[in-house]
């Protein structure tokens, strides 16, 4: 069974300032896909990025980026110039589409 | 990007009846379907796959016959949550994963209370 897990329930960060959500993964699979969703208040779920495990390089989609570390199993998103806008819970989920407990983000101001 | 339906976004239904939740792909053909159950404050909770033309995987703990999932066509599926409580009441979400078996689109999600 493919687990994914995210040990950060809050984050915190300051306009403009970077911030990463962790998460790690179990699969026994060789070749899958691991995305990031973002959900703000309206509630409606959106991509942020996906990343492909036989790409060694890792997804960027403008300021959100990935750190994927295959062997390890692990897959965190970094934001750079956070803005207000960027405030919502993320989850992170393999192509099974479970997701994991997510990580609420807060940009201050 | 893709985009999903999901019909209505709010219902209110009297307690023992059944309430059909809709989830349409607008523009691609989406063979699979996900449904979830979303407490408040807390994750996605998927509650089964389906694949057009087939019964749809429950996970476990779900009630397959509470919980009534069809995936009859390419672009629609359908949860219906028969004989409804109180505790049914909660906020549910569809996803159709496109064609190149990449990403799946989410639907609005149905806020449903049960009185």
């Known amino acids: 069974a493919q687990t994914v897990t995210q040990s950060q329930p809050e984050m915190s960060v300051q306009e403009a300032e970077t911030v990463t959500l962790s998460c790690t993964y179990d699969t026994s699979e060789s070749d899958y896909y691991l995305f990031w969703y973002k959900q703000p208040p309206s509630r409606q779920m959106i991509l942020v990025i996906r990343?492909?495990?036989?790409?060694?390089q890792n997804a960027t989609e403008n300021r959100f980026s990935v750190n994927f570390q295959k062997a390890a199993k692990s897959f965190s998103l970094k934001i750079s110039d956070s803005q207000l806008g960027d405030a919502a819970m993320y989850f992170c989920a393999l192509n099974d589409m479970r997701f994991g407990a997510g990580t609420r983000l807060t940009v201050k101001p | 990007g893709a985009v999903v339906s999901q019909h209505p976004s709010r219902v209110i239904c009297k307690s023992g009846t059944s309430v059909k939740i809709e989830c349409r792909s607008l523009d691609f053909q989406a063979t699979t379907m996900f449904w979830y159950r979303q407490f408040p404050k807390q994750s996605l909770m998927l509650m089964a796959t389906s694949n057009e033309g087939s019964k749809a995987t429950y996970e476990q703990g779900v009630e397959k016959d509470k919980f009534l999932i069809n995936h009859a066509s390419l672009t629609l599926s359908t949860l219906t949550v028969t004989s409804a409580h109180p505790e049914d009441s909660s906020f549910y979400i569809c996803?159709?994963?496109?064609?190149?078996?990449?990403?799946?689109?989410f639907g609005q999600g149905t806020r449903l209370t049960v009185v």
């Open positions: 990343q492909e495990a036989y790409k060694q």
């Open positions: 996803s159709a994963r496109d064609p190149e078996n990449t990403e799946a689109f």
